[in-house]
């Protein structure tokens, strides 16, 4: 059947929303903070709270971190929060120029320990590795000083090494190497994302941002935007495990698409006429049984990839183990009907073949591999659709009756709708 016009107006959207989605909630905490920094009139309108900035900051991410177990942020905040008030109190007690070892060293160090903790994993805080890593971040801060203590020497020279163009990044406080060790940092955080992309990574990559803007802009007389750019990439992070958070209780991990707890609020919010389609994988015991829970997870990820694309303005959900749901905002059951009966022939024509026979070492479950054309499991699902009338005033009246509806086609003999 031939898209239509409210289908591909839906795909495109859906696709602008992909994109302009990866940079949300971060570019607008950067260009928010660049207009904080180049606005006299802001300044001026919230130079009573921003002193507090950086406290709250920091003090709602320990809180958060600690509360979720969230290692790497806590230590992404110690290693800010250090360098902001290294860097501080050389400003204010001695003045911090260019040619102080103190702020190259950090501003070397610091990107290079960020990109660290995005690509490591979760290692505890009081634990041998988490106990490891904060003394090897006291020791590196504890190097610095020393470092800077007996400038000039072999070490100021290495750190003031000019690499690049001096027209380049005149306008920044940290010399070349620091500049560079920026760039290997974003590169190394980069290529993780592209290699095993998570929430986390990205925020360190947008964290490297504000970070660099922090110690690029400190000047002996003004110390502050470089508290304010600092805060700001803690902000960034602790934002993410936020979104991290949300998306675990609202987003299906496996499958991609909104877990049961999205589907509840969703109906809650639906006003006026809608339908409710259920949908249960046909013999899916069967399948997990005899050929392993990797292939029967590759079954719900095929069949959640059919209904994310289900017409109708469906909007699909995975209500719990292989059951699925579908909701039409604004349409009835039997305008609904095509759309539906399409999912159920496409799920049935899908050529899901198995590509090896061989069994995991470790599961002792057969596993889906490259070596070569294997069986054929055939997989369907049964559909009970139902919707919002007279009779079903209540969202969860339309779930249950749809429910019943799925029963009826799988007592039917399956791989079949139901209305």
């Known amino acids: 059947m031939p898209r239509t016009a409210a289908q591909d107006a839906r795909a495109t959207y859906e696709r602008v929303w992909k994109i302009v989605s990866r940079g949300l909630p971060e570019v607008p905490i950067i260009l928010a903070a660049l207009i904080y920094t180049h606005a006299n009139w802001l300044q001026h309108l919230v130079a009573p709270l921003a002193p507090f900035y950086p406290y709250a900051a920091v003090g709602a991410g320990v809180l958060i971190g600690w509360r979720f177990h969230r290692s790497r942020l806590l230590f992404a905040l110690l290693l800010l929060t250090l360098a902001d008030r290294t860097v501080l109190h050389f400003a204010v007690t001695q003045g911090l120029t260019r040619d102080r070892v103190v702020l190259q060293a950090i501003g070397a160090l610091l990107p290079l320990n960020l990109a660290a903790l995005s690509l490591s ?7 041998p590795p988490g106990l490891a890593r904060f003394a090897f971040i006291l020791g590196q801060l504890t190097l610095v000083v020393i470092l800077d203590r007996e400038a000039p020497g072999p070490t100021a020279a290495l750190l003031h090494a000019q690499l690049l163009p001096q027209w380049l990044f005149a306008w920044s406080a940290l010399a070349d190497p620091a500049l560079l060790a920026f760039v290997v940092a974003a590169g190394l955080v980069v290529a993780g994302q592209l290699m095993s992309p998570t929430q986390t990574g990205r925020s360190f990559a947008w964290a490297l941002i504000p970070t660099f803007m922090g110690l690029s802009v400190v000047r002996p007389g003004n110390p502050g935007f470089s508290t304010f750019y600092l805060a700001t990439a803690a902000l960034i992070l602790i934002v993410s495990v936020v979104e991290a958070s949300y998306h675990m209780a609202y987003q299906d991990s496996l499958t991609g698409l909104p877990a049961r707890r999205a589907l509840n609020e969703a109906l809650l919010r639906l006003g006026g006429h809608y339908t409710v389609a259920m949908l249960d994988v046909d013999h899916f015991k069967r399948i997990n049984d005899r050929h392993g829970h990797d292939v029967g997870d590759q079954v719900l990820k095929m069949v959640a990839a059919k209904l994310a694309q289900v017409g109708g303005g469906g909007r699909a959900y995975r209500y719990g183990g292989e059951e699925f749901a579908v909701i039409f905002a604004g349409r009835s059951a039997d305008q609904c009907l095509p759309d539906v009966e399409k999912l159920r022939q496409e799920v049935e024509e899908t050529r899901f073949i198995l590509r090896s026979r061989f069994r995991s070492k470790k599961r002792k ?49 399956r791989n079949q709708v139901q209305m």
């Open 365 to 413: 479950e057969k596993v889906l591999t490259d070596r070569g054309p294997g069986e054929r499991v055939p997989v369907t699902i049964s559909i009970g659709v139902a919707e919002q009338n007279e009779r079903h005033t209540k969202w969860d009246q339309v779930v249950k009756a749809a429910d019943r509806a799925l029963y009826r086609a799988k007592e039917g003999g």
């Open 121 to 127: 994993a979760e290692r505890g805080v009081l634990t």
